[in-house]
């Protein structure tokens, strides 16, 4: 079985508690961006190895181990629940999303492999099921069990999906190609109480996001890579309405009304910086 993970933005991003669990309180809007990998799984038919899951990827390459990689996880996480369902498979994933680039390529990874397997080992998980599992994998997995726009608290678990619709705009994404650790990434955070009505962004016209919007981590990583702020502030006088670095980073993006403003910014960014990874994606 076959499925196309997604990647996501974020629209503001508050770091609002320290929790007893290590993890910290967020308020956020997640976006779905149609930038996808390629993730198959199918059953091991003729399962003569000790391996029950072979993983194999191309594209991007993947740091850490197999164990580690969150789809290898999502199979063992159910195995455990459901020893008798669960066969052995072998993986593919094609990588082409950034990793350690704050949109969320990993987690998108897991949940869907959730996914699949939900579907190819009939367990009939309800999706409030699968957010327990997808929580398990990691903070920013949940949200991908849905592929709405969603306002998100919580460690990113508690999800209501919002009237967004941004299908007149278009979306540029510039990867400079810094990848942040989002343990570290919170370890420079203090948290403050969030503004604690990001779902209302839906009805603010484009051209207050820049004002009402702050991604609290947005300072404290440009402190350390200049170049992020230098990015924001070049989509920003090219004509993005908004523009911002998503999650732990480092990954900007500009929301434009107008194409042609976008794909000349892309041009121009890309011919100064070969290096960098940009995309211009319509928005849905
Ligand atoms: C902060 C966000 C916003 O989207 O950053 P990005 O990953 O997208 O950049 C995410 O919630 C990240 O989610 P995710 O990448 O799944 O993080 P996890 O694997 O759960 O956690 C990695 C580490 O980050 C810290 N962490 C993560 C999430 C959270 N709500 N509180 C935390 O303190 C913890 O130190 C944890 O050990
Ligand atoms: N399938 C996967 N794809 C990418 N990264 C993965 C995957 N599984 C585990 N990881 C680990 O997750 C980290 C990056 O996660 P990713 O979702 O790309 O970044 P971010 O959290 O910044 O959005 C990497 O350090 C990598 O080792």
């Given at each position: 079985m076959i499925d196309f993970p997604h990647c996501k933005i974020n629209l503001g991003l508050n770091i609002t508690e320290k929790r007893k669990d290590g993890f910290h309180n967020l308020e956020t809007i997640f976006v779905p961006v149609p930038v996808r990998d390629v993730l198959e799984i199918v059953v091991q038919q003729d399962y003569h190895t000790d391996i029950p899951v072979i993983f194999t990827s191309s594209g991007i390459s993947i740091p850490g181990t197999t164990e580690n990689n969150l789809c290898v996880k999502a199979w063992h996480l159910l195995k455990q629940d459901y020893p008798d369902k669960i066969k052995p498979v072998a993986i593919h994933l094609i990588k082409h999303i950034p990793i350690g680039?704050?949109?969320?390529g990993g987690s998108s990874n897991g949940a869907f492999a959730l996914k699949i397997l939900n579907k190819l080992f009939f367990l009939n998980l309800s999706r409030q099921q699968l957010i327990h599992y997808a929580l398990v994998l990691g903070?920013?997995?949940?949200?991908?069990?849905?592929d709405t726009p969603c306002y998100a608290t919580g460690r990113g678990e508690h999800l209501t999906p919002l009237n967004l619709n941004l299908a007149h705009y278009h979306l540029l994404i510039v990867n400079p190609g810094i990848h942040i650790n989002t343990g570290l990434a919170f370890k420079a955070i203090t948290p403050k109480p969030g503004p604690?009505?990001?779902?209302?962004?839906?009805?603010?016209?484009?051209?207050r996001w820049q004002q009402v919007l702050?991604?609290?981590f947005q300072q404290p990583v440009s402190a350390e890579y200049p170049v992020i702020a230098a990015l924001i502030a070049e989509l920003q006088s090219a004509g993005a309405g908004y523009a911002a670095m998503s999650g732990t980073g480092s990954t900007v993006f500009g929301i434009f009304e107008n194409k042609q403003s976008l794909e000349e910014t892309r041009a121009k960014i890309q011919q100064a910086n070969p290096a960098f990874y940009t995309r211009a994606v319509a928005l849905q």
């Open positions: 680039a704050g949109l969320g903070s920013d997995c949940p949200f991908f069990i849905y604690g009505n990001l779902f209302k962004v839906p009805e603010l016209p484009l051209s702050v991604n609290d």
